[in-house]
């Protein structure tokens, strides 16, 4: 499948918004309440805009397309974690809308933010992913991302264990 990945704009957040909201609502409905879920659509609009109209994010979202509609989005950045040295580069969120899971969407995806992070002088990928989405962590083992051992709770109409994943992007 022939995509596109580009930047962001704020002309981008309400399309950025449907998939985030389609991708929960498909990928997390066996573990998150729905109504968490409908909470969060009824803020994606406002949310995206402000995370777009934030100067210090703006530039680590991403659009994935494919003949020019908006089926993803991407968000890479500087590692938060405290724990990990400034090797690490970080996945914050990768999401598509449901019609394009499996289709090698977010393999591509994912190549792209590790080019991004090599060119960052990175050498490093982490990740969170709720330990209940076993297709999500499926993934990432199949791109080479192994969990570590270490586990946040995410309070997301109830507590959820994330864990983290890392890779190494030396070949």
């Not at 050498?123 to 499926?138: A, G, H, R, Y």
Request: with cysteine; glycine share 6%; hydrophobic share 40%.
């Amino acid at each position: 499948m022939d995509i596109k990945i580009r930047p962001a704009t704020l002309s981008d957040a309400f399309d950025m918004a449907e998939v985030y909201s389609r991708s929960w609502e498909v990928a997390y409905k066996d573990f998150i309440p729905a109504d968490y879920i409908l909470e969060k659509r009824k803020r994606s609009v406002s949310q995206m805009e402000r995370m777009l109209n934030d100067e210090s994010l703006r530039p680590f979202q991403y659009i994935i397309l494919c003949e020019g509609a908006t089926i993803g989005s991407l968000t890479v950045a500087y590692c938060n974690d405290e724990d990990l040295d400034d090797t690490f580069y970080e996945v914050w969120g990768i999401y598509l809308h449901p019609d394009y899971f499996r289709k090698g969407v977010g393999s591509q995806a994912m190549d792209f933010a590790y080019e991004i992070a090599r060119g960052l002088g990175k050498t490093n990928m982490s990740l969170w992913v709720f330990q209940d989405n076993d297709s999500s962590i499926k993934f990432y083992d199949k791109c080479g991302f192994v969990a570590d051992g270490k586990t946040k709770i995410l309070n997301c109409g109830k507590p959820l264990t994330a864990i983290r994943m890392r890779k190494s992007l030396i070949a």
